[in-house]
């Protein structure tokens, strides 16, 4: 059984820049409005459920509240040289350099902000921050960058 969160019609989306190192347009920094799904495959438990959908939707806007309206930073890049000081942070990738205010930062536990990374990073989060019934098989997340473009990842739990 498969069950499916479509944040497109439930309202789990977020809006936010990035830029990717070195790629020849998604260089410059620039921003998406963000669709987060789901899809969890298992089995039917006592109730009839393969999972909360209630549970799900309130863990998934909790993530989502915190990248909303933010600069998303790669934290793990070896490309991208990131600084925090006096409020502010400093970014500096190849021969650009951006200064922003830090309450508008959003270190990400990625090598860079590319949907197919941050779709695996939210993947991992969800997989370690919800106990899922162990009829649950696995957790697919994925993340629309635009409407057709959806990069996803799965983990088998």
């Not at 502010?88 to 830090?102: H, L, M």
């Amino acid at each position: 059984m498969i069950l499916e969160i479509d944040g497109g019609h439930t309202g789990i989306r977020f809006s936010s820049c990035h830029f990717i190192p070195m790629h020849e347009k998604c260089s410059r920094l620039h921003g998406h409005s963000y669709i987060v799904r789901m899809r969890l495959e298992g089995e039917l438990d006592e109730d009839g459920m393969v999972m909360d959908f209630v549970v799900l939707k309130k863990k998934l806007r909790s993530m989502i509240d915190e990248m909303d309206h933010k600069v998303l930073l790669p934290a793990k890049s070896k490309i991208v040289k990131i600084e925090e000081k006096d409020g502010s942070v400093e970014v500096t990738s190849c021969s650009k350099r951006y200064v922003f205010p830090a309450e508008d930062v959003m270190m990400l536990d990625v090598s860079t902000t590319t949907a197919e990374e941050m779709a695996r990073m939210m993947t991992e989060k969800m997989a370690e921050d919800l106990d899922f019934p162990k009829t649950v098989r696995s957790l697919s997340m994925g993340l629309d960058e635009e409407r057709g473009q959806t990069a996803w990842y799965t983990k088998v739990l």
